[in-house]
């Protein structure tokens, strides 16, 4: 993956948080996604966030798997761990490093291709497990980095810019963390920068699997089979000099409503989505009213947004399995291995 080095600028009076760090600290490389993608204002509500709690860098975990929002671990905290995983099995990884050390805070990113498609059974079983991660799941209809086939999330009857309608009913990643048991379950928008970063903190404090869906408008297709400013058409009949591409800039989208109130939003196509904010009478400890309301809401041709469920009473992965609350590369060797006998004896047990 391919990014620029952002500079670091600190402004005079620059506020720090409880670390004596600024939230320039929590930035990293230059995003190299479209002008008014969505996704970066996800990436600018992440450095938020993890900057208000005072997060030491190198005591948090990122992780993606494949697609443009799996590119979003490049933009945010250069100085934490990370990785880039394979399509589809970032929680596998995340699981697997979580098992050696339950301290991080562990932040994972993926898209509705990379997590409804090929990723749909790890992201169940990480959600069965309580893996104790918070999951952003950036939520645009579309593959992006393939040029804007439909993905798995699209509404049916959904229109391209040109081309048939989406035929397949969608998959709500909502309902799916409710009916498979998620303990944190919650819808955001892109451009709804305070209530996403509220519901990021949240997600990054619970104990246990949070996911956020987020909505995140991708701004930019005309690529599909038959059109003549296709990739495919222009390599077959032009001769180009440089292999160069330009996407241009669009505004980003930005939406601010109050609690119980619907917004409609127009998108960069003309199209147009309703936002319903919860309100404060909303309880989001019954799973059973969470489904309904967010099936409602579907029905209505609305998307509810906010903490739409939470459960702390249950244990996390870790308590689970009993594992060693060390970090793996904190324990002696001479524990991590105790020896040939103790092999053995152990062996014995099993015959």
Known sequence: MTSFVKPKILRPNEPLNELGLARVDYEGNMSTLCAGCGHDSVTAAIVRAFYELSIPPHRALKISGIGCSSKTTSYFMNDSHG?????????????????????????????????????????????????NMLYMLEN??????????????????????????????????????????????ARSFSGDRNQLVSLIKAG?????????????????FNDHKGSTKSYAHTYEF??????????????????????????????HDGGYIQLRKIDATYDPTDRGAAFNRVMASDNANEILTGLLYIDESQPDLHETQNMEARPLNQIPYAELNPGADKLRALQAEFR
Request: charged content about 15%.
């Open 83 to 131: 990785a880039n995983t394979v399509h589809g099995r970032m929680p596998s990884f995340a699981t697997g490093a979580l098992s050696a050390n339950n301290d991080l805070a562990t932040i994972g990113i993926s898209g509705d291709g990379d997590s409804l498609s090929i990723g749909l059974g790890q992201m169940a079983h990480a959600m069965r497990r309580n893996v």
């Open 140 to 185: 645009n209809g579309v593959y992006g980095l393939t040029k804007g086939q439909f993905s798995a999330s699209a509404d049916l009857g959904s229109l391209p810019k040109k081309g048939d309608p989406n035929e397949f009913s969608p998959i709500d990643p909502v309902a799916f963390a409710l009916s498979v048991g998620a303990t944190f379950v």
């Open 204 to 220: 990054l404090k619970h104990k246990g699997f949070a996911m956020i869906d987020v909505i995140s408008p991708c701004v930019s």
């Open 238 to 267: 032009y001769s180009q000099a440089v292999h160069a591409d330009y996407i241009a800039p669009s505004e980003e989208i930005v939406a601010a409503y109050d609690e119980g109130e619907v917004m409609p939003v127009e998108l």
